[in-house]
């Protein structure tokens, strides 16, 4: 395949080995042509003239930050930078979804095969969205189940913590009743019989992680 038809792939891992992994595999498709991360900071947006990269593969936190950093240096909304993919091991539904309402336009889990990896870059490359399936089933849950108001979360902390309802309702300055109410809401919503089943899908869901915001700078 010619050069100029290549798409132009940069690796930004943190973990060596993992980086080392997704480049071995990315160079078996010719298609393909690995760009250094050096060229991160001065060449994106690459100079006139100059062709940068096509598509970024991240881990979670430097594909925010590089998406950070473009919009930082952007001359222009219009103006299309690389299109981020993050392959982690993040998998909740709250961090899958920061990722995405925050410009990050395809998302896989460590350990999804090769092939789907080439897949997600070709489907960036041509401009179109790519979620894996576990993550794709997160947010398909999630659009399923209603939302907890605010109050159902606070009761949800504590329960998560182990508190009984004597001392949630004592922690919250709220009637016992009024703490009865809460978690039969929360059961029904979460689609659960129980307090351990609350908790593992709270943590399964990550509906009491709040994402820290998007860095600054890329790394």
Excluded: W
Excluded at 164 to 175: E, F, S
Excluded at 178 to 190: E, G
Aim: proline share 4%; glycine share 8%; net charge positive.
């Amino acid at each position: 395949m010619d050069q100029i038809d290549a798409i132009r792939v940069m690796v930004l891992y943190r973990e060596a080995l993992v980086s080392s992994g997704l480049e071995a595999t990315l160079r078996m498709q010719p298609e393909f042509e690995l760009v250094g991360s050096e060229l991160c900071v001065c060449d994106m947006p690459p100079r006139p003239g100059k062709r940068g990269a096509d598509v970024i593969v991240a881990d979670y936190d430097n594909g925010l930050a590089f998406i950070a950093s473009m919009r930082a240096r952007a001359t222009s909304r219009l103006e299309r930078g690389p299109q981020v993919l993050i392959v982690t091991h993040r998998e909740s539904e709250r961090e899958i979804r920061h990722a995405l309402e925050h410009g990050v336009k395809g998302y896989l889990l460590l350990g999804s095969g090769a092939g789907e990896l080439r897949d997600a870059v070709r489907m960036l490359h041509r401009g179109l969205r790519y979620v894996g399936a576990l993550p794709a089933q997160r947010l398909a849950d999630s659009v399923a189940c209603e939302l907890l108001t605010r109050r159902e979360i606070d009761v949800l902390r504590l329960v998560v913590e182990g508190h009984g309802n004597k001392m949630i309702a004592r922690r919250l300055d709220i009637a016992i009743g009024t703490v009865k109410t809460h978690l039969k809401a929360i059961f029904q919503k979460l689609d659960a019989s129980t307090r351990t089943q609350v908790a593992a899908v709270a943590e399964r869901r990550g509906l009491l992680a709040v994402p820290n915001d998007l860095p600054r700078t890329a790394p």
